[in-house]
Structure formats: C-alpha cells, structure tokens
C-alpha cells in the first residue's frame, strides 16, 4: 500500500512537473510570437513610412519641376516680350528714360531664369550628375570662396536618385553660404566594389553641438529625408582643422 502511494505521489509530480513545463513553454512560445508580430508590424509601419516619405518627396520635385517649366516658358516669355516691345518703343519714340526700365527688366528675366533653373536644374538632365553640380560650384566662384570637386567617381545612379543626391549638394552649399563663413568648400565621390562614399567638407566655423547632437535643423533634416530616399547612410561632423563635414554612404547596388 505504501509503495503505491509513493508511486502515485511520483506519478503526480511528474503531472505537475510536466504541467508546469507546458505552461512554461506556451507562454514563452506566445511571447517569441508576439515579439515576432510586433516586430513585423514595425517593419511595415518603417516600410510605409519610407514609402510616402519618398512619394512625398518625388511629389514635391515634380511640383517644382511644373513650376519651373512656368516660370521659364511662360513667365520667362512674357517679360521677354514685354521687353521687346519696350525696346520697339524707345527705338520709335527716342525715350532714353526707358533705360532704366530696360535695366530692370533684364535683371528680373534673369532672375526668374535662375530660379526656373534651380527648380528644374535642366542641366542636369541634359548632362548628368557631374556637370550639374559643377554649375553649382562655378555660379559660386569668387574672390572670397572657393569650390572644387576633388574626386569623382562616376556613381552611375539614375535620375531620380541623381535629382535627390543634386538637391542634397543644393542645401549643403546653402548651409555653408548661411551660417558657415567658409572660404573653401570641397566635394569627393569615391566608389569601391560595395559603396559609394560621398564627402563635402568646407572650412567655415562648423556645426554647432546642440545642431550635431539633435540633427534636426530644417536643413540638415531636408538631407537626412533626402538620404534615405536614396538608401545612404548620413554622418554629420566638424573637422578636427575646423569646419563642417557630411559624409554619405550608399550600397552600390542602388547606382
């Protein structure tokens, strides 16, 4: 009699002991599944989020596109137009007081063709990535700063992500030109096998540290939204010599 009751209290912890273990092991098993849930419902949700950061973003440049093709056939012929017809009537009339209309004239056209240009950069269409940003560097040439590409490698990207990297040289000139008082600005393309590694640099008085730390600036936020639409990695930095620098890095398999 004793030996069966020993032999049913064995029994019973077994039951209980592989009870426990099942309890255990479901629950565990529940949570790895949720875990797992959650973590796919996080990749969709950061998977959406690119997707209209990038619809945003392409919306936008097709918009500007728009508007800068107005502003260049339409807005752009009018004031030719009107200018014409204003030297018709100093030609007829003999007004030399129209000369300073006709000066102002000339330089709104040739503002409005700037703007257009930089909202349609048609250069960069009809020439590539390169050529592009070497317009940029030389309408900034001066006495007081300094532009130069010193590397290239072509990265062969399409025109799209060339469009986005073009607007991301864009807003870092306009960094420097701001709030940098820099003299030299230098820019490098360089390529391996596995990335393309993209670096400005410039010698002004760098960013500030609340600015490196939060990143969240107008500017540097338009890179960093830009960035991702291209897949690059963003680093902002002040160099050790002084000044600001930006390095990007990119798969090569987006090229």
Known sequence: MEGQVILLVIVGTIAVMLMAFSVVFFVL?????????????????????????????????????????????SVGAMLSSIKLNVEVAKR?????????????????????????????????????????IEDLFEKLLSENLKVSIKQWDDPSLTEQ?????????????????????????????SKSSDTIKIEYRDNGIGFPQDVLENSDGMGLLNIKNRSQVIQAKCFFSNDKEGGAKVNLVLPTSIG
Request: a neutral charge; hydrophobic letters at 35%; proline letters at 2%.
């Open 92 to 132: 007829k009339e003999g007004l030399i007081s129209l000369d300073p209309v006709l000066g102002h004239l000339d330089e709104t056209i040739s503002q409005v063709r700037s703007i257009s240009h930089q909202m349609m950069p048609i250069i960069l269409k009809k020439y590539g990535l390169k050529h592009a």
């Open 29 to 73: 098993l529940y949570r790895r599944k949720m875990l797992q849930s959650q973590l796919e419902m996080q990749e969709i949700k950061t998977k959406h989020q690119e997707e209209m950061l990038n619809a945003t973003l392409r919306s936008q440049e097709a918009e500007r596109n728009r508007l800068g093709t107005e502003l260049h056939d």
């Open 161 to 189: 992500d060339s469009l986005m990297l073009f607007r991301i040289v864009q807003e870092l000139l306009n960094n420097s030109i701001k709030h940098s008082s820099a003299s030299e600005i230098d820019f490098s393309v």
